[in-house]
C-alpha cells in the first residue's frame, strides 16, 4: 500500500515537472496575493504581444469557437500587416474548452499566468464566458466575450466587454417589430433549456410583458432533441400568429421546419441564431422563406467598411461571413485600438482604455463602451427572402 | 382539431422517433444476445453509418451525386463492412466485466466521433428529403412522408430480421450461438463468423436509421451521444438480448418523450421518461419483455 | 538489506511530503498550482466511486449528481445565507450522502448493466431540476459570487493557498478510505463485491451495506463539491453533467478500479495529461480514446494493477519494493496494516 503511495507521490513530482516549460522563469515567491503578477514589470520590446481566444472548437459547439477564430485572426493579421503595435506584433493562442466550464477556468487561468496575454477572447457560450469572468478580473485583463446572456456584464467586474448588443436588445427590437409594425397580438414561445434559449425566452416573454402582451403558451426541449411534435402539436392548439423561436440555429431550423409540416401558416420569428445560414440551410430555403429575426449586422449592408470586411474576410476564410464573424472581428478592432493607446501597454491599461472608447464605427454600428462592459446597443430586423439573409425594407 | 387527433399526432411524431431508438436498441441487443458485450459505442457507429449513406447522396464522395435508395444501400453495406472489423477488434472485450467492457467500448467510441470530426468536421449539415415536404393529413393527423418512411422501413427491417433469424440456416445457428456458446461450438456452428454477422447486421441496422432519420434531424459527429443513450435506454427497457423486447422498448421510450412533452411538461421531457423507465425497471427488473435474466456478465 | 530498504522508503516518503507541501511555492505559475487543485478534487470523486464501485462492485454512473449536489449546497447557502465553508462542508456531505443513498435503493432490485442505465437515468433527472428550478437554482446560467474561503482569519483566496485546503481533504479521504477499507464495513463490501450470495449466507445484511457503500461515494463527491463550489467561485449545471462522471470512471480504471492508490494515481495522471497535450486537439482525443482501449485490454487492474503484477513476477524492482517473499497480501484484502 505505501508502495503505491509513495509511487503516486512520485508521479505527483514527474508530472508538475513536466507541465511546467522549462522556459518559464520560476517566481520563487509567488506567494498567494500576487494577484497582478500577469502584468510583467518590464515587456521586451521585441516580443509579440500574447491575446488568448478560448471557445468551443470541438463537439457541437465547434462552429461558435471556429467563428470566433476567423474573425479575430482577421484583424490581428490586418494589423500585423501594417507594422503591430507599438512596433510589436500580435499573436494568437487558441484553446479548445469543449464549451465545459470547468475546462474554460483551467484555460483561463493558464492564458492569465503561463501565457501571460494582454486580453482574451472567452467565450461565446455563456456558462464559460461566466465561469471565467472572476479569473481574469482577478489578473485584471480584460475579457472579451460575443455570448448575448445579459447577466455576463452584470457580475461587477471592470475587465468583461460584449463585443454584440444583449440578448434583450434582439429580443427587443423583434417584439417591437412583430407587434407595432406588424400588428401581430398571439405569440407562443418555444425555446431550450439550455444558458441560451432560456435567455431568449425570458426576453421574449419580458418584450411581451412590456407591449402589454403575454405569450399564450411557453414550450421547452432539451438541447439534444430532435422531434418536437409534442410541443408544437400544444402551441398550435393555442392558435398563435408568430412563432418565436429561442434557440441554436440547428434546433431553430428544425422546429420551423415541422411546424410548417404540422400545418403551422403563421409568421416564425426569432433573435441572432436565426439570422445565420444555418438556420435556412437547416430549415429548408422554402420553409426559412419570410422569416423575421434581428441582427447585428448583415453582410449586404450598404457601407463602405462592411464591403471592404466581407471581401477580405471570403479572401482570408473562403467563405461569406456571418453576425459572429463579423462582431469577433469588431471585438478584436475596439482591442486593438485600445492597446494603441495604452501606456505603458497592460492589460490593465488596455482595459482602462476600452472603456473610455465612445463612437467608434465598427461594423455593428458605433460602439459607446458603458461601465458594465456593453460596447453597442441596437439590432436591425431582417428576413429571408429568396432563401438569403436580407435587411427588412418594408414590402 | 379535436383532441383525439391531437393525442394521434403527439404519438405519430413519438413513433417516428421511437422506430429510430428501436433500430438503435436491436443493435445492442443482438450484439449483446450473441457477444455478451454491452457496445456503448453504437452511438458513434450508428453516426458513422448515417455518414456513410449521407455522403453518397450529397455528393461528398469526387462529386458523385447518388439517389437516396442507393446511398442507402450503399451506406448499410459500407457500416456492416465497419461492423465486421469492429468485431474482431471488440472480440476481447466481450469476455470482460462489464465496468471494463464499457469503458473499452466508449474508448471506442472516442476514437470513432473524433475520427469522424477530423475526417467530416464537426459542423455537419442538414440533409435534404428525397421526398416531398408537404404532410399527407390523414383525419386532421399530418403525416410527414419522410417519418412514414422511417416508420415502414424500420418495420419492414424488424420483421425482415426475425424472419431471418426463426427461418434461415444461418440466423438459426446464430440464435443457437446466442444461447449457448459452448454447445453451439460444439455443434460444429463457427461462432465467431456468426458473430462477426450479428456485429454486422447491427451496424447496418444503425446505418438504416441514420440514413432514414437524417432529413429529419440533423448530421454532424455530435449526434452519437443522445441517440446512443436513448437506444441504450430502450434496450434496456425492453429487456436487454430480447429482439421484440428492443422493438417496444425503441417505441415506448418515442412515445414517452413525445407524450410528456405534449401533455405533462415540456421541461422535464427527458426527466420524465427516464423516471417512468426505472419504475418499469423496479416492477419489471429484467425489462418489458425481459428474459429471465442470463446473467452474461 | 531490509532495514536499508525501510530507510529508503521514509527518505522517499518524507522527500515526497516535503516536495507536495511546497508545491504551491515551486510551481511555476497559479494555472499548474489550479490544475493540482483540479485533480485533487477528481481524486476524492475517484475514492468515493472507488470505494462504491471498486470495493463493494456497486455500478455507479451517477457522479455528477452527487458532486452537483454538494456544490449546489455551498453554492446557495454562502450567496444567499452568507453560511462560511466549514459548515457548508458537513451539510454538502450530508445532502450528497442522502442523494446517494436514496440512489441506492433502485439498485437493490436491479442489477448490472441495467443498474448503469438506471444511475444515468437518475443523474440526468437530477441534472434536469439543476436546469429547470430556477426560484431554487437559478436555471442553466449557474450562481456566481461564490466566497472564496476564510479560515482562522486567513483568507484562502488564490490557487496556492487553497492547494492547502485540497490537499488536507485528499489526504483525509484517503486516510478515511483506508480505515474503511480495513474495517469491518471493507470486508462486508468485499465479500458483496465478490459474492453476495455467499455474503448473505455469511450473515451480511447485503442491502444495508450496498446503500451505505453509495451514500460513503455521495459523501465523498459532496466534499468534491462544496470545495469546488469555493474554489472557483462559480457553478453551473452544464459542469455536473454525464461526461464528468464518465471522466472519474474513466481515471478510476485507469489508475486501478479496487485500489485506493489507483485512484490518486488516476485521478492525477488523467487530468493533467490532458491539459499537458492539450494542443493536439482532436487527435488528442483519439488518442486518448486509444489509450483507454489499450489500458481495458493489456491492463484490466488499471496502473497501480500492472505495478503490482511486474512486482509479483518478479520483473522490474523499484529500491523500496519489498522482495516477493516478504510480500504483504494484496492490497484489497482488508488486514493491510
Given at each position: 500500500m505505501k508502495r503505491s503511495i509513495l509511487f503516486a507521490l512520485v508521479l505527483v513530482v514527474v508530472l508538475a515537472a513536466c507541465a511546467s516549460p522549462t522556459t518559464a522563469p520560476a517566481p520563487a515567491s509567488s506567494s498567494a496575493s500576487s494577484a497582478s503578477s500577469a502584468a510583467s514589470p518590464k515587456p521586451a520590446a521585441s516580443q509579440p504581444i500574447k491575446i488568448a481566444i478560448i471557445g468551443a472548437?470541438?463537439?457541437?459547439?465547434?462552429v461558435l469557437g471556429d467563428w470566433m477564430k476567423k474573425g479575430v485572426t482577421l484583424a490581428v493579421e490586418e494589423k500585423n500587416k501594417a507594422g503591430g503595435i507599438q512596433g510589436r506584433q500580435i499573436e494568437i493562442v487558441v484553446y479548445d474548452d469543449e464549451a465545459d466550464p470547468t475546462k474554460s477556468v483551467n484555460l483561463a487561468q493558464k492564458v492569465a499566468t503561463e501565457d501571460k496575454v494582454m486580453a482574451a477572447f472567452a467565450t461565446t457560450n455563456s456558462t464559460s464566458a461566466l465561469a471565467d469572468i472572476p479569473i481574469f478580473a482577478q489578473y485584471k485583463i480584460p475579457q472579451l466575450t460575443n455570448g448575448t446572456n445579459v447577466d455576463i456584464t452584470n457580475k461587477g467586474s471592470a475587465y468583461i466587454f460584449r463585443v454584440t448588443p444583449a440578448g434583450p436588445s434582439f429580443e427587443d427590437t423583434l417584439v417591437d417589430f412583430l407587434v407595432?409594425?406588424?400588428?401581430?397580438k398571439k405569440f407562443a414561445i418555444i425555446a431550450d433549456t439550455s444558458a441560451y434559449g432560456k435567455g431568449e425566452g425570458d426576453y421574449q416573454e419580458a418584450a411581451l410583458k412590456r407591449n402589454g402582451l403575454s405569450a399564450l403558451t411557453r414550450e421547452a426541449f432539451g438541447i439534444?432533441?430532435?422531434?418536437?411534435t409534442g410541443q408544437l402539436t400544444k402551441i398550435l392548439q393555442t392558435q398563435p400568429e408568430v412563432l418565436l423561436l429561442g434557440s441554436s440555429e440547428v434546433a431553430s431550423g428544425l422546429i420551423a421546419k415541422q411546424a410548417r409540416q404540422l400545418g403551422f401558416k403563421g409568421q416564425i420569428a426569432g433573435g441572432a441564431a436565426v439570422g445565420t445560414p444555418k438556420y435556412i440551410e437547416t430549415a429548408g430555403a422554402e420553409v426559412a422563406e419570410g422569416t423575421i429575426f434581428t441582427t447585428p449586422w448583415l453582410h449586404d449592408e450598404g457601407n463602405e467598411l462592411s464591403r471592404k470586411f466581407v471581401n477580405a474576410y471570403k479572401a482570408r476564410w473562403n467563405e461569406t461571413p456571418e453576425f459572429h464573424g463579423a462582431n469577433t472581428y469588431d471585438g478584436a478592432s475596439l482591442l486593438l485600438f485600445a492597446m494603441e493607446k495604452a501606456n505603458p501597454l497592460t492589460p490593465e491599461n488596455v482595459a482602462a482604455e476600452m472603456h473610455k472608447i465612445s463612437g467608434f464605427k465598427g461594423l455593428q454600428g458605433t460602439f459607446n463602451v458603458n461601465e458594465k462592459g456593453e460596447t453597442i446597443t441596437g439590432t436591425l430586423v431582417g428576413i429571408v427572402k429568396g432563401g438569403q439573409l436580407t435587411v427588412y425594407t418594408g414590402k | 382539431m379535436t383532441s383525439l387527433s391531437i393525442f394521434l399526432q403527439t404519438l405519430v411524431g413519438g413513433i417516428g422517433i421511437g422506430s429510430l431508438y428501436a433500430l438503435v436498441a436491436l443493435g445492442y441487443s443482438m450484439i449483446y444476445r450473441s457477444m455478451g458485450l454491452v457496445n456503448f459505442a453504437h452511438g458513434s457507429i450508428y453516426m458513422i453509418g448515417t455518414y456513410f449513406g449521407i455522403i453518397w447522396y450529397r455528393g461528398m464522395v469526387m462529386g458523385l451525386q447518388v439517389p437516396y435508395p442507393i446511398a442507402f444501400v450503399i451506406g448499410i453495406l459500407l457500416n456492416a463492412l465497419l461492423g465486421l472489423f469492429l468485431e474482431r477488434l471488440f472480440r476481447p472485450l466481450a469476455h470482460l466485466d462489464l465496468m471494463l467492457m464499457l469503458l473499452g467500448t466508449i474508448g471506442l467510441g472516442y476514437v470513432l466521433d473524433n475520427l469522424a470530426v477530423i475526417i467530416w468536421g464537426a459542423e455537419g449539415f442538414a440533409v435534404k428529403s428525397p421526398l416531398p415536404n408537404e404532410p399527407i393529413v390523414i383525419g386532421g393527423v399530418a403525416l410527414l412522408p419522410q417519418m412514414l418512411l422511417l416508420i415502414v422501413v424500420s418495420a419492414l427491417l424488424m420483421i425482415g430480421l426475425n424472419v431471418f433469424l426463426a427461418r434461415s440456416k444461418m440466423g438459426k445457428a446464430m440464435r443457437a450461438a446466442a444461447q449457448d456458446r459452448e454447445t453451439a461450438s460444439a455443434m460444429g456452428i463457427p461462432v465467431n463468423t456468426t458473430n462477426a454477422l450479428v456485429f454486422a447486421i447491427g451496424a447496418g441496422l444503425a446505418a438504416a436509421a441514420g440514413i432514414l432519420a437524417a432529413p429529419i434531424v440533423y448530421v454532424n459527429p455530435a449526434m452519437s451521444a443522445a441517440v446512443g443513450l436513448k437506444g441504450f435506454a430502450a434496450f434496456i427497457l425492453g429487456g436487454a438480448g430480447s429482439i421484440p423486447g428492443a422493438i417496444v422498448g425503441g417505441l415506448v421510450f418515442g412515445v414517452l418523450e413525445a407524450l410528456s412533452a405534449g401533455f405533462v411538461s415540456s421541461q422535464y421531457t427527458k426527466g420524465i421518461a427516464f423516471v417512468v423507465m426505472i419504475l418499469v425497471l423496479m416492477i419489471k427488473p429484467a425489462g418489458i419483455v425481459g428474459e429471465v435474466t442470463v446473467d452474461k456478465v | 538489506m531490509k532495514n536499508r530498504s525501510r530507510m529508503l522508503k521514509w527518505i522517499l516518503l518524507a522527500v515526497g511530503a516535503l516536495v507536495l507541501l511546497a508545491y504551491p511555492l515551486i510551481a511555476p505559475n497559479r494555472y499548474t498550482v489550479h490544475i493540482v487543485n483540479m485533480a485533487g478534487i477528481w481524486i476524492l470523486m475517484s475514492l468515493g466511486l472507488n470505494l462504491a464501485m471498486g470495493y463493494c462492485g456497486q455500478i455507479n454512473l451517477a457522479l455528477g449528481a452527487f458532486w452537483g449536489v454538494g456544490a449546489y449546497t455551498a453554492a446557495l447557502l454562502s450567496t444567499r445565507f452568507g453560511v462560511p465553508i466549514w459548515i457548508n462542508l458537513p451539510l454538502g456531505m450530508a445532502l450528497a450522502g442522502l442523494t446517494g443513498a436514496l440512489i441506492a435503493l433502485p439498485m437493490l432490485k436491479v442489477r448490472s448493466h441495467y443498474l448503469a442505465l438506471v444511475t444515468i437515468g437518475l443523474a440526468e433527472t437530477i441534472n434536469i431540476i439543476m436546469v429547470n428550478e430556477t426560484w431554487l437554482t437559478e436555471g442553466p446560467l449557474g450562481i456566481s459570487g461564490i466566497p472564496m474561503p476564510n479560515l482562522f482569519g486567513i483568507a484562502f483566496d488564490g490557487a496556492e493557498r487553497f492547494f492547502y485546503i485540497i490537499l488536507f481533504f485528499v489526504v483525509l479521504g484517503f486516510l478515511v478510505a483506508r480505515q474503511i477499507v480495513n474495517h469491518r464495513i471493507g470486508r462486508a463490501f468485499i465479500a458483496i463485491r465478490d459474492d453476495e450470495t455467499a455474503a448473505r449466507a455469511m450473515g451480511v445484511n447485503v442491502a444495508f451495506y450496498q446503500v451505505l457503500a453509495n451514500a460513503i461515494a455521495g459523501v465523498y463527491c459532496g466534499v468534491a463539491g462544496v470545495l469546488y463550489a469555493h474554489m472557483s467561485t462559480y457553478i453551473s449545471?452544464?459542469?455536473?453533467?454525464?461526461k464528468n462522471a464518465l471522466f472519474v470512471l474513466t481515471m478510476t480504471m485507469v489508475g486501478?478500479?479496487?485500489?485506493?492508490a489507483g485512484s490518486i494515481v488516476g485521478g492525477l495522471a488523467l487530468p493533467l495529461t490532458q491539459e499537458w497535450l492539450r494542443a493536439i486537439k482532436h487527435w488528442q482525443l483519439v488518442g486518448f480514446g486509444l489509450a483507454i482501449i489499450i489500458v481495458v485490454l493489456f491492463?484490466?487492474?488499471?496502473v497501480v494493477g500492472l505495478t503490482q503484477k511486474i512486482e509479483q513476477a518478479g520483473g522490474i524492482r523499484l529500491p523500496w519494493m519489498r522482495k516477493p517473499a516478504e510480500d504483504k497480501p494484496q492490497m484489497e484484502e482488508p488486514n493491510v496494516a
Open positions: 472548437m470541438s463537439g457541437t459547439n465547434a407595432k409594425t406588424k400588428g401581430f439534444d432533441d430532435k422531434d418536437f | - | 449545471p452544464d459542469i455536473f453533467e454525464f486501478g478500479m479496487g485500489s485506493l491492463m484490466p487492474g488499471g
